[in-house]
């Protein structure tokens, strides 16, 4: 089920005690129980109490010795149910990757050949991290390190802790290497954004009537931040989303016009436009034609007024 809006973003002030690195346990905050997305990395570690993780479009078990790794700005949540007992540990991207200057946005895209610590977090909507019993003690060996050390900071204690967390995201990738690096080499991350894209696709196409459609709606009905959804339509599409939008109404409209005999208000209701006036306004801008006089004119391919509103492609091909 698509997360209730709005589905709020936390910073590293909010949940954590520095802006580095922070470690809890269930009885440092409870858990989170409705979908959110934060500007950090995370991982979780369930010691006891089975549930399930919602991350992105996906739904996994999220058993106890089982870990979740999380990246920034994607919608998570994992219903923990009472008397469970869990390890958070949050930190920032300059902290695990002070080498990589890449926007968060990319992380996705970012080679496991050049930062591997990056492989659990990618993909972890296709695996599920889940130890034996002697490598999760040797996790939770590491995890009484870094909350030692988080407790007790001083000179050096930064690189003792990242230390242990690449000693911990090294034994999870030691033990998945080979799904790791099949998912790497079938490139899962681009077609998970893909999927996404094509969830927003077939949500606008269902939509496309709604005259409140907008960003943070769609986002959170195709499980994707908002800032997610800009930053993959510029990269993927090379559109906005209300230009995205607008073409998609403006598709519909000419559909309508052409397909039928629905009123040129019908039609504008059709197409999410609560204002006749300015979708007639917004289709001349577009088309040339207001929508009554461009139904009319294509309807008669004979007029001068047609012809000039068919690619030059579709010109040449009516001459030949």
Request: glycine residues 6%; hydrophobic residues 35%; proline residues 8%.
């Amino acid at each position: 089920m698509p997360p209730k809006l709005p589905v709020p973003t936390y910073v590293m002030q909010q949940r954590s005690e520095l802006m580095d690195f922070h470690i809890r346990d269930a009885r440092g905050r409870p858990a989170e129980t409705a979908p959110h997305r934060h500007e950090y990395f995370q991982i979780q570690i369930n010691l006891g109490g089975d549930t399930q993780q919602h991350i992105g479009a996906a739904q996994r078990p999220f058993t106890r010795r089982t870990l979740a790794f999380i990246l920034p700005h994607r919608v998570h949540v994992i219903p923990h149910p009472p008397a469970s007992d869990f390890v958070v540990i949050n930190f920032s991207q300059t902290f695990l990757l002070p080498h990589l200057d890449c926007d968060p946005m990319d992380l996705e895209d970012v080679s496991i050949q050049l930062a591997p610590e990056l492989s659990p977090f990618r993909f972890q909507e296709h695996l599920d991290y889940h130890l034996d019993e002697q490598q999760f003690a040797k996790v939770m060996g590491l995890v009484e390190q870094m909350r030692e050390l988080d407790a007790n900071r001083g000179f050096g204690s930064r690189e003792m802790l990242k230390g242990l967390l690449l000693q911990l995201i090294g034994t999870v990738c030691s033990h998945y290497a080979e799904p790791l690096r099949q998912l790497a080499e079938s490139n899962a991350a681009e077609q998970s954004r893909r999927a996404a894209l094509g969830r927003m696709s077939d949500y606008l196409r269902r939509h496309i009537d709604d005259p409140d459609l907008n960003l943070p709606k769609v986002a959170a009905a195709t499980y994707l931040a908002p800032s997610y959804l800009t930053h993959w339509l510029r990269k993927e599409v090379g559109k906005t989303f209300s230009e995205l939008v607008l073409e998609r109404r403006m598709h519909a409209a000419r559909n309508y016009l052409l397909n039928g005999s629905r009123p040129v208000g019908e039609v504008a209701r059709l197409c999410g436009f609560a204002d006749e006036a300015y979708f007639s306004r917004r289709f001349r801008q577009i088309h040339g034609l207001p929508p009554g006089q461009f139904r009319r004119q294509q309807r008669d391919p004979d007029t001068p007024q047609a012809i000039t509103l068919q690619s030059p492609a579709c010109r040449a091909g009516a001459h030949g």
